[in-house]
DNA sequence: TTGAAAGCGTTACCAC
DNA sequence: GTGGTAACGCTTTCAA
């Protein structure tokens, strides 16, 4: 399978070289028959433009860089939704993704905008104060932000709502009759990255545990797995509450403490109330079917590549911060209202 | 941030435009002197050379084409461990990674290599006989197989050993006294698609029985989830055995299935026993922590990078077919020796 | 040890 | 509606 270069289109359907491009780019009306023969060429010699070439004459690469938290020690469950619809999308626009791993830090921005290898970059897993903005607002190419940084630095945000979770997820144990309200932490790795969402999440469900009245008690950061499921679920046992509704943000402990609770003769829709925040294929498929709020990770990134293509067809896009509305679905692991 | 040109650095450190090139690939001996201006002529234009006209020159991308089973309504839990782990490896030898979504077939690996886009390709989700090897075999670029098809075209294949998972899982059962084994089918979708491993995996787990002198019972395609989990368990506990040995080599078959045969009552690891082929991870993390012949995600994947640099560096190294060994560990589902 | 200059394969401007 | 040709920014051969 040997290469063949636009050249070679050219002379087999005898016309010139940029006629070849014209007839590819559609940017220049081409006549029927002209068209009709660099087409057959193109497809006789199963000619395909040397990406390389092309970025570099047209200052443009049609891939879109994507910076994932892989290498920096943080749990990467939940990262394949963002992944694969971010790819799918890209791919119906006719572009790649180039993956960049986190751990590169700002290095890894830079060396993206800096070499061209993409045309617009997107960032997710942000601290809630992130080093990489700077640069990232910095940089020719565009930066599409997956998360809510305190200080966007300009740049378009894209994320779920997590403070409209938090109060989906207070609203429905108040609803639901609960005289006491827990909070699970997220792993410590995680508040210590201070992750943006984690801040957004607690606040916001603070306010309306305090705006329903309701006494909210924070279990304080708990370790993925099984041992740590554990000691929270004993903690949790030992709460005095007529009707306690226990509210789980991080996805992957919600089902470990499940089975803690469960294990102490806790059973969640019996005994107490459990409402998580993971996405509803998960939440359907736990043991047993958990009442959650879900987390979007498709439409988050359907929205953030829509704003991406937006803004690589009209640089002056005003930024704006696009959140996206979880909603609340009732399972098996919240106690009927009184 | 304005971008500079390797012209911008000569001018600054008083060169010519080859002796920066030379600098920075070290293909060349320079003097200190000139080492050192140009380079602090780069570092203070932060110079980064331009991707696009690099390739174009050097006919190198450094960049890994990845074709993952994305859009291809396969299921792509376990995924993620391969793609962290050859972005990875990608990043220790400064190549970057290019994902391609498996739905656009052939397409995608003719796009890969016809356009330039990268260096090498890996390509994984075999089929064991797949439409896309064909192409794959023809094409310039070189390509490394995860998976082991039935006639890998001279590619160069690494993958887990099934068949020696498969020996692991019957022997363990067998050594420990069982009567009777059963191996649970994969998804129909998996089946259908008729995936590599699949068949090496059941035919290994077959001829293993036989040599054990144990009788092998398969339950017909289990689907994920839930129902079909209840479905499987009500079938295991109508099989009449002293000894039951269950065999589960679809890793997210494995939980609900546990689940299942839990709420039937029977308890593995004290009425029957479960080997699952599973990562270590979520073999521990199970519930309960499952036995399990591992899976090794990373290994593979790195091995497959060792192949994939090596190949870059000699075209000429021979293709073979490059087999992890998989290891069993000892959790609670399976009954202790007689 | 260094420089000059010829490509690499496109795109897009300027002519016609 | 089409062709010629100058970029694009780098690598690498050839010369010195």
Redesign the interface.
Known sequence: ???FTSKDVARLAGVSQSTVSYVMSGKRPISDETRRRVLDAIDRL???????????ASQR?T?VG?V?P??VGVD?TG??PF??TI??VA?TRDH??????A??GSAGI??L?????CDAIILMDLQTVDDRLAVAA???TPVILIGVPADPHGMHCVDLDFAEAARLAVGELAATGHDRLALIGHPADIVHRDLNYVRRFADAARAAADAHGLPLEVIAPVEW??EAARGAAARLAAIEARRLGVVVPASNTV??LL?ALNARGLVPGRDLSVIGLLTDAAAA?A?PPVTNVSLEPRDVSRRAMETLFRLLEDRTAPPRIDLITPKLTRRQTVLPGP
Chains 1, 2 share one sequence.
């Not at 199963?46 to 570099?56: H, S």
């Not at 790649?96 to 791993?101: A, E, F, G, P, Y």
């Not at 905008?113 to 290898?117: E, P, V, Y």
């Open positions: 399978m040997s290469t199963t000619y395909e433009p040397n990406a390389g070439a092309r970025a570099l690469t891939v994507l994932v892989f290498g990467t990262l394949l992944i694969e790819a799918g791919r790649d993704v180039l993956l960049v791993t751990d590169e830079r060396r905008a800096g070499r061209s290898l910095n940089v020719r797995g099984r089902q470990p089975h498929e043991e």
